[in-house]
């Protein structure tokens, strides 16, 4: 492996403003009372300056202390926070950070996936970002690696998937990879004649705890879930990208052809919402069954992007554009939460215990 040195002040010098431009701020926005206040939640530790100008790729949470979270920002690496979002730290620059993992038995141990000089890396920190490891370089040019996750009951076991639709594995900890599937060979995918977005991009790796399953989703042909640690995979959304499939209630009566953002539940593996071409879906069987939801003033221009569920699929957040809509009753009605800002919400986090408590990650308008 190769030894790399993480400097937290490298980025910091275009930190107070917004490098990206778009109106209103940029960064983390923060509701105590379930959307009916928003506050920045921007400041950097020890400094003057904020995150209000980042670009934010992913959040998570410490998995033992919800008042730490991380934050995975393009150009602006990996950020942390112990009080919740009231300060931030960097622990990582030098790369586009994309996606994240943090092993739940120690938030020392933290898997980062991206791009850097025009190759997909993973780095790993194993002492909470003081120090960190390369433990893969992307051979080909601009092929950035989009997510990251491990198996929850063995480190060792990790997945990667790339922009280019190949999902990489390693069981033994990052030491070697492999290819264990092909999202963009033609006779994996579900169907024939399926549109194509840079080739069939992986835009998310997840493995459910719950059911002991891992997750892939790709933009054109949707979700996928394997249960013999990726040797096959069985598409769980292929009802909704078949050539006759026409959804009937939703604005656009016609199949699926992207796929944007994945939900899985905290505490039922068969509850999964997905951000399509077509609107949001939801299903409570693991992908046998599949809901229309019917967010209000969506159009064919405007449509759901991030989303995030608890309790059972109860409460659930989506947004359009810099909207917020949240529902306590599982998609049936929807409530609508404005925020101080005309930038996207790009990613969604709800509290694991108090779900009145929202983080919403922004990006410029695109």
Avoid at 214 to 227: C, D, F, I, Q
Wanted: some cysteine; hydrophobic content about 40%.
């Amino acid at each position: 492996m190769k030894k790399i040195l993480s400097l937290a002040a490298i980025f910091l010098v275009s930190a107070s403003c917004n490098v990206f431009g778009g109106p209103g701020v940029l960064g983390v926005l923060k509701t105590l009372d379930a959307g009916g206040n928003w506050q920045a939640a921007d400041s950097i530790e020890n400094s003057k300056n904020n995150i209000s100008g980042f670009s934010i790729a992913e959040m998570g949470f410490d998995p033992q202390n919800r008042q730490t979270l991380f934050l995975a920002a393009a150009e602006q690496g990996l950020w942390t926070s112990t009080n919740s979002a009231a300060s931030w730290h960097q622990i990582l620059g030098n790369i586009t950070a994309i996606d994240f993992y943090v092993d739940p038995a120690s938030s020392q141990n933290i898997l980062v996936s991206g791009i850097f000089n025009n190759h997909g890396r993973i780095v790993k920190t194993s002492d909470g970002g003081k120090t960190w490891d390369e433990l893969y370089q992307e051979a080909s040019v601009n092929n950035a690696v989009n997510s990251i996750t491990a198996n929850p009951n063995n480190s060792k076991e990790l997945y990667a998937g790339l922009n280019s639709g190949v999902l990489i594995k390693s069981v033994d900890g990052g030491v070697n990879w492999f290819v264990v599937f092909d999202f963009s060979d033609s006779k994996n995918a579900p169907q024939q004649n399926l549109p194509t977005f840079s080739a069939q991009q992986i835009t998310k790796v997840r493995f459910n705890p719950l059911n002991k399953a891992l997750y892939v989703l790709t933009r054109a042909n949707g979700l996928a879930e394997s249960t013999d640690g990726g040797v096959h995979f069985t598409y769980l959304t292929a009802a909704l990208t078949n050539q006759n499939f026409s959804d009937l209630i939703s604005l656009n009566p016609r199949r699926v052809d992207s796929f944007l953002k994945l939900a899985l539940d905290d505490t039922n593996p068969g509850i999964i919402y997905l951000t399509t071409s077509n609107g949001l879906y939801k299903t409570s069987d693991d992908g046998k069954n599949w809901v229309f939801l019917n967010v209000p003033v969506q159009s064919a221009s405007q449509l759901p992007r991030a989303i995030a569920s608890t309790r059972g699929g109860m409460v659930a957040y989506t947004s359009i554009g810099s909207t917020i809509f949240k529902t306590l009753d599982g998609g049936q009605s929807w409530q609508t939460e404005g925020l101080p800002t005309n930038n996207i919400v790009n990613k969604l986090l709800i509290d694991p215990q108090l779900s009145q408590i929202v983080y919403a990650g922004l990006i410029p308008p695109q």
